[in-house]
T-cell receptor, first 115, second 109 residues
Framework: ETGVTQSPTHLIKTRGQQVTLRCSSQ?????VSWYQQALGQGPQFIFQ???????GRGNFPPRFSGLQFPNYSSELNVNALELDDSALYLC??????????????FGPGTRLLVL | TQLLEQSPQFLSIQEGENLTVYCNSS?????LQWYRQEPGEGPVLLVT?????EVKKLKRLTFQFGDARKDSSLHITAAQPGDTGLYLC?????????FGAGTRLTVKP
């Protein structure tokens, strides 16, 4: 086990709704990254949070937003859900060092189904 | 399109066979990682390679990072059914990690 937890494990929503996914990072880690993994694909980088600020973003629209809290846990919010948002959402925690980011450790993911 | 191309996409072999999967890119990475993912779970880190030309061994698994730090390979010796899974490579650039689409390996008893 990596020590990274995510909730909920599964979620069903309808088009147009909003969803919030949560992630608790591994003890000692200060960085959280979120990924979307569609069926049969590799994870796609959504964004990363470091010290409560967005520290990099992939090719996702603004309706994907996030937060990081002082305890380094994080939320991913998706507004105006679309059918194509159905996927496994993964969070990964890591320690951002002076020179580079250290290894990321993944949580088990939240499987979102949009109907 | 994926920044990292993995091949083959699917691989089905018999127990005891050897195999190699590849991860290629035109970009240079500061490090490259290999993960294995089971259905419905998050990826689990197998190894991180950092130095060009580096070779790491993990029991029956041998990982190599290309000299130019653009590509990597994973070789499994005497594959076992427990090796079945999705093998993902991921390259670190700046503040994000880019993944390949994975190689889905099935090892039949």
């Amino acid at each position: 086990e990596t020590g990274v937890t995510q909730s909920p494990t599964h979620l069903i929503k309808t088009r147009g709704q909003q969803v919030t996914l949560r992630c608790s990072s591994q003890s000692g880690h200060n960085t959280v990254s979120w990924y979307q993994q569609a069926l049969g694909q590799g994870p796609q980088f959504i964004f990363q949070y470091y010290r409560e600020e967005e520290n990099g973003r992939g090719n996702f629209p603004p309706r994907f937003s996030g937060l990081q809290f002082p305890n380094y846990s994080s939320e991913l919010n998706v507004n105006a859900l679309e059918l194509d948002d159905s996927a496994l959402y993964l969070c990964a925690s890591s320690l951002m060092g002076r020179v580079r980011q250290e290894t990321q450790y993944f949580g088990p993911g939240t499987r979102l189904l949009v109907l | 399109t994926q920044l990292l191309e993995q091949s083959p996409q699917f691989l089905s072999i018999q127990e005891g066979e050897n195999l190699t999967v590849y991860c290629n890119s035109s970009s240079v990475f500061s490090s490259l990682q290999w993960y294995r993912q089971e259905p419905g779970e998050g990826p689990v880190l197998l190894v991180t390679v950092v130095t060009g030309g580096e070779v790491k061994k993990l029991k029956r698994l041998t990982f190599q990072f290309g000299d130019a730090r653009k590509d990597s390979s994973l070789h499994i010796t005497a594959a076992q059914p427990g090796d079945t899974g999705l093998y993902l490579c991921a390259g670190a650039r700046n503040n994000d990690m880019r993944f390949g689409a994975g190689t889905r390996l099935t090892v039949k008893p």
